[in-house]
């Protein structure tokens, strides 16, 4: 399966690793709209101007589309859909109905299929929704993302006056939790279900009380949630703060005879990227299965068959079941 | 949709039950071996004898097979696939593939669909198993049961001379899930992940050591696990041991450059019928659309696309993706 990667970010990069290790994949190339002769990408590996791929048609089954979620993906997305299959990461949720809609007109246009909003959530968290709200009786399912970054939030506090460096952490209420999990409560809040834990690097002589106000009282994004601020130094901040590890569970509580059916989907990731990557790679091999089976068109995770993931032959199928 | 449901023990109550509080099911009736007229079914239920069903060929759209899945489900099964679709949850996994290709043979000359081995594994199990397997790097997934009532091994002790009642619970042996969850073990075998828990109501006179060691020591079955024999009064046993509760977790760990990524999903039933039942239904929907849309055979949950389960519109999709 010869395969593209569009973008050189940390999917991008965590995309490539992904391929690299896979015996039935060759690389075709990176394409960045970066300077490519500043990419670093590993030897043997070619970069090449993104404005170049269109030429690339009919030498790429399929492209991971590694771009940026908010701003790139919506017009990169469609764009390689008229020439190729493509997955992306789209994770922008009030979205991606118009997301897929404009993806979906393109790809069927070109004969192509296109597989959006691949990764955990959206992805291997909405699968395990679906699946707990067709099986479980009154379904209640909640998800709880964290520990981990959130890069909406950490851009946030990096727009304050007086901030040098930022990083937040979500993290789930664990009494929340603990309370989902018991099947004791249907009516959280979102704020209910999160706190978030801030680190400041602020600049030299910046007010930090005014800093900590200015995140604590920001609408939608820290208004009304537990939010904790801690200012730390630069050296701090770069010794302690740069994982890009990510967690999350998704519980699902079902009304029964005799109490409670409860089923649970967790995750912990020590790198959301890599393992975000993993599973765009695991989709792509599927898209590729599907537009050779005439399935054309945009399609989300629910409508890839499982076995379209299985790739070692028709005997794994009954060893794994 | 008209539904109706063969075999009317545990699970084909538990199937009943979910049937009647689903708004868009209708129940066509109970078919059951023994004299319908001792069956205990609801008022406004119909209850058959199973050698009439044939003769309701074009009445009914899909069959939830409930019968005894070693020794009914081989036959019946595929004699069913010969006139209807039809679901089942046999759950013999090393005769999973026969039981499928004679289905398969069945539901192919009728036109029919069947969906076997549905379930909670196989099942929900075998999908988190695949999904973990397709996007982990190097992936390890070990899969856990319990606690909850292992029925072969309970009928194995009830065998045993001298024992008037008796139930096995399998326990999955908390230091191996985990190390399995830290990623410290790759090669742990069957009898280090389990222990077996026995209550055993002895006749009179019985000779308690002896009971206690031909259990301990019968191959495959205890021999070599850590296994608990406690005897119990015929009270203790009718007020303590009758819940149907089972649980279980699949556990998935994938090489990371930064340490492992971890899945996890895990399931608590407060009665294990009950949520059999629930998936059976579920899974029962997809089959009669896959039928519509000319998917005929037999498959597994590994052929049944995600939103065929989906049943509030394509509006759904995009509030759980």
New interface residues.
Partial sequence: MKIAIAGYGNLGKAAL??AL?EKDVSLVGVFSRRNVKNLSVPDGVSAYPFSQIADFKGKIDVVLNCMGSARDLPKTTPFLASFFNVVDSFDT?AR??EH?EKTDSAARKAGTTAIV?VGWD?G?F??????M?????EPVVHTFWGKGVSQGHTDAIREIDGVLFAREYTVPVEAAVEAVRNGKSKNFSEKQLHRRICYVVPKENADTAAIESEIKNMPEYFKGYETTVNFITLDEFLSEHQ???HAGNVIGI?R????????????????NP??TA??LL?FSKACVRLNGRGEKGCK????????D???DGEKE??L??
Avoid at 300 to 307: A, E
């Fill in positions: 690793e992904a290790g949720h991606i109905k897929f909003s959206p291997l909405s699968l395990s929704r679906l699946y709200k067709s099986v479980l009786a994982s890009m590890a079902g029964g005879k005799e109490g409670t059916n409860r089923l649970e989907f967790s995750l912990f990731a020590s790198s890599e393992l993993r599973i695991a989300t995770v629910f409508d890839v068959r499982p076995s993931l299985l790739f199928r009954f794994i079941l």
